[in-house]
T-cell receptor, first 117, second 113 residues
Framework: AQTVTQSQPEMSVQEAETVTLSCTYD???????LFWYKQPPSRQMILVIR??????QNATENRFSVNFQKAAKSFSLKISDSQLGDTAMYFC??????????????FGKGTHLIIQP | DAGVIQSPRHEVTEMGQEVTLRCKPI?????LFWYRQTMMRGLELLIY????????DSGMPEDRFSAKMPNASFSTLKIQPSEPRDSAVYFC???????????FGSGTRLTVV
């Protein structure tokens, strides 16, 4: 079974700063997918970014980028030029595609990110 | 597209009562998932369906929980009888298949008193 670990329960940074959220995972699979989801106080789960394990290039979506280290089983999220609206819970998630994409996501416990004005 | 629609948004019920949560997935998505979120256990996968067929219900905590998907546009999660420890936010999510991640509904906050 896969496990996902987020070691930072809470982080706080000033607006406009860069912040990195850490995530490690454990799997014996070689092909898999990794995701970061954002959950603001509205509790809506929003997909931020995804990464295919077979791709060496790190995924980027505007101010959000990842540092994917496959050998180390690490998948950190970097938020540049942080904004007040980035305040939310952030969840790292793992998916094993062996079930044709129908396997569920395994989530970490989350990191509560607070952006201070 | 209206996204994944869940109802009700909030539900308060007394212990022992039956509770039914509803979900309408995005049209064309052939996979549907039910998750439960609590402070203690985080996000847990309860059950998922592929093409309306339950694939894995190993996450369903007890026989008091049951889920159905009678057609591609509707699913229910039922708890009977409900207990205070069932209090949580229940999310429904759907996916078109492949590995594009899932679209979540807004969740149902269930409180059992």
């Amino acid at each position: 079974a896969q496990t996902v670990t987020q070691s930072q329960p809470e982080m706080s940074v000033q607006e406009a700063e860069t912040v990195t959220l850490s995530c490690t995972y454990d799997t014996s699979e070689n092909n898999y997918y990794l995701f970061w989801y954002k959950q603001p106080p509205s509790r809506q789960m929003i997909l931020v970014i995804r990464q295919e394990a077979y791709k060496q290039q790190n995924a980027t979506e505007n101010r959000f980028s990842v540092n994917f280290q496959k050998a180390a089983k690490s998948f950190s999220l970097k938020i540049s030029d942080s904004q007040l609206g980035d305040t939310a819970m952030y969840f790292c998630a793992f998916m094993n595609p062996s079930g044709g994409g129908a396997d569920g996501l395994t989530f970490g416990k989350g990191t509560h990110l607070i952006i201070q004005p | 597209d209206a996204g994944v629609i869940q109802s009700p948004r909030h539900e308060v019920t007394e212990m022992g009562q039956e509770v039914t949560l509803r979900c309408k997935p995005i049209s064309g998505h052939n996979s549907l998932f039910w998750y439960r979120q609590t402070m203690m256990r985080g996000l847990e996968l309860l059950i998922y369906f592929n093409n309306n067929v339950p694939i894995d219900d190993s996450g369903m905590p007890e026989d008091r929980f049951s889920a159905k998907m009678p057609n591609a546009s509707f699913s229910t999660l039922k708890i009977q009888p409900s207990e205070p420890r069932d209090s949580a936010v229940y999310f429904c999510a759907s996916s078109p298949g492949g590995n594009y991640g899932y679209t979540f509904g807004s969740g149902t906050r269930l409180t059992v008193v």
